[in-house]
């Protein structure tokens, strides 16, 4: 299918814009960025609400929770409840009439709602693909609630969900998993069946939920039910739809939804591969990818238990911050959104004076402000960047040279200085870096560079993909390359899988779930390493 033509305002931007044009160019690309038509229907259909009592509101619906549900961003007193309507979630407008409609939800202590704490309504409306966002308050601290929605005259699987522990309360233990990078096309989601299976008080994606190139046949998946507008790459509202509807189709994927509250950030190709900022990978017009952008971001909220704010243009902050008692402290970061661009090509090269540019950067002023702010006077034992690509280097050679990626903070080392060098100035307790990303398990030390004596000033935990890379290799060429190049890499392993955690005040212990094979589905996992970090010494321990 041709990419589809966007209707953007007569506006044309340099790459040298300033920051205050570049500003006053966004706002106006907001301001037509959703037009009701965009936005799924017509003016008339938006602006209309059926008059009458909620109940009222929406025809009866056959299986509308095709999607399941969801929570996330989970606080001491409260969560986000989620979930869309969306019969058939393969057709534009998932199966929905272009009418708002009446959701009910319900939260209770017990999973046969003997002990109800909370109902009401939210209203489902085309604007937002018939999504609900609800923000459950007046919960009580790191306790257990589970919840379910009626709509249409049907009623939702049951979903489980967990409030945080206030800041400074004493904690012992927190279990969680984290997640990344799962093309539909490389495999089977066979991970989220295993991770299940784990006592979770919660669940972090680090990016790539959704890949938006053109799906092709691999002989991997069967593709025989797959329209022409799923398969085509997304760039407007109900291509992305689309997009999400099959990979939230997965029942694998639903379950894990289900058994725990999310954390959700992006990375690159919830929009475009490798975008940075306003440049996409392609280099189309700036104000053309802007505008793509902005429909991406949208159905990203739509799709997503978070309490991020709805964009309404191309602008979306997603960085936020969850802390668990006195035991960890999660700054979830944006890596996109306001960096550089990168450099050489974004081909692996070796480090130079660009790289090193302070001008540079991967987080933006203001989120590196905040992440540095986060550090300060941190009342939590373990401080945790939960983010999209490594900071460590890790080096490859090639023509006699050593290279490494411009993707990722290798990159960008002046912005890579200032969080090491601010976290050691501020005394960050146990600072620990856990992304995803590059579909391989990577284990290294936090080092402010790699080509001297740096000490480590934390640790990083790259964990692999769930699908992304197909079924990968234990020890391929890439691994044994960080293993002769960086005495700070300590385990790899380019399996699909998961990486489970179990955090008390006196350690950090990492279990690698991998899968032998994840191109077939119903594949078991087994434990391929654990790494245990010892509080206070930023130090990997591997056991294979």
């Known amino acids: 299918m041709d990419k589809p033509r966007i209707d953007i305002p007569s506006i044309t931007i340099s790459r040298g814009t300033s920051r205050r044009s570049f500003l006053t160019w966004t706002a106006a690309v907001s301001a037509v960025a959703f037009t009701p038509a965009m936005l799924g229907g017509t003016a008339s259909a ?16 056959d299986a509308p929770f095709a999607l399941g549900v969801a929570s996330g961003d989970p606080l001491p007193d409260s969560v986000i409840l989620w979930t869309r309507l969306a019969p058939r979630p393969l057709e534009i407008g998932g199966g929905m009439p272009l009418v708002p409609v009446a959701v009910e939800w319900e939260i209770a202590e017990d999973e046969a709602f003997a002990k109800v704490v909370g109902n009401g309504t939210e209203i489902a409306t085309p604007v937002d693909a018939h999504s609900v966002h609800v923000d459950v308050k007046g919960l009580q601290p790191w306790r257990e609630y589970f919840y379910r929605f009626r709509a249409g005259g049907a009623e939702s699987p049951v979903g489980r969900t967990k409030t945080s522990a206030p800041v400074g309360a004493s904690l012992d233990k927190l279990s969680f998993s984290w997640a ?40 991997i998946r069967d593709m025989s039910h797959l329209t022409p507008e799923v398969r085509a790459e997304p760039y407007t509202f109900d291509q992305y739809r689309l997009r999400y509807g099959l990979y939230k189709s997965e029942a694998p994927l639903q379950a894990a939804h289900a058994a725990a509250p999310w954390v959700v950030t992006f990375d690159d190709h919830e929009v475009d591969n490798n975008w940075a900022g306003q440049i996409s990978q392609d280099n189309d017009d700036p104000a053309e990818f802007l505008l793509r952008r902005a429909q991406a971001f949208k159905v990203w909220w739509e799709h997503t238990p978070t309490r991020v704010t709805a964009p309404t243009g191309p602008d979306m902050t997603v960085f936020r911050r969850f802390d668990y008692g006195d035991l960890a402290r999660f700054s979830v970061l944006d890596t996109r959104q306001y960096r550089s661009d990168q450099l050489h090509g974004d081909k692996d090269s070796p480090q130079d004076e660009q790289t090193a540019d302070p001008s540079r950067t991967i987080t933006g002023d203001e989120q590196e402000k905040w992440i540095l702010d986060g550090l300060t006077d941190s009342p ?19 023509d006699g040279q050593r290279n490494v990626s411009m993707d990722g903070w290798s990159g960008y080392e002046a912005s890579r200085h200032r969080i090491l060098d601010g976290a050691k100035e501020r005394g960050a307790k146990n600072l620990v870096s856990m992304v995803g990303d590059i579909h391989r398990n990577a284990f290294s030390e936090l080092r402010r560079d790699y080509q001297d004596d740096s000490p480590a000033v934390g640790v990083e935990f790259a964990g692999t993909s769930i699908a992304s890379g197909k079924d990968g290799e234990d020890n391929d060429a890439a691994n044994q390359g960080y293993k002769k190049l960086s005495p700070a890499f300590k385990f790899g392993n380019a399996q699909r899988g998961f990486v489970g955690v179990t955090v008390t005040k006196d350690e950090w212990k990492a279990e690698v779930r991998v899968t032998d094979k994840n191109t077939v589905p119903g594949q078991k996992l087994h434990t391929r390493a654990t790494a245990a970090v010892p509080s206070g010494r930023p130090e990997l321990h591997i056991s294979e």
């Open 380 to 398: 939590t034992a373990w401080n945790v960047l939960a983010h999209q690509t490594v900071i460590s280097d890790l080096p490859r050679e090639k």
């Open 46 to 61: 938006q602006s209309s609400l059926p008059s009458g009592s909620l109940g009222s509101l929406g025809p009866k619906l």
């Open 180 to 219: 990344s990078c799962q093309a539909w096309t490389d495999g089977y989601f066979n991970a989220y069946e295993d991770m299940i299976q784990r006592d979770n008080d919660v669940i972090f994606f680090l990016g790539d939920y959704i890949y938006e190139a053109e799906i092709k046949d691999n002989g």
